[in-house]
């Protein structure tokens, strides 16, 4: 079984493609991956998560949250709050790096997802900040990575 951690950014074009997403996703399903790790930001990492919840109607998959802190949801807005804790319910396993939040524990928890993962899965438009660094670091660990691109063209970002 395939592990397959996934990262992007917390703000998504207006004309981001769900359909896209979850066509990429079971892609990487019929490659074998059956175990995904979210970091459960809002944007990318809520909008994969909730196209993995859909699939799992027709495979079997293990969800995992990866969460940075305890409490991350409570600074989100209050709809993307309850959209967190929907999904978080939907998940086989929870993990929790930190008890709260610390300056370093985004990027502890993009590199805990990499260092188990067999692939990464991106969305990755600019070439600086937590979902660029976490391409480089998976790159940097010989761990393939998948980039998505939906509602523009990045070919060139990192």
Known sequence: MEVCALTGHRDLPADFDVGALSDKLEQLIGRGCRRFLCGMAMGFDLTALACLVQLRDSFP??????????????????????????????????VILRGRYAPDCLLARDRYMVDRADVLLAYCTRRTGGTAYTVRYALSCGVPVERLFVGGNADNIL
């Open 61 to 94: 998959l293990t969800l995992v949250a990866c969460i940075p802190f305890l409490g991350q949801e409570r600074g989100f807005p209050e709809e993307e709050r309850q959209r967190y804790r929907r999904l978080m319910a939907q998940c086989d396993e929870k």
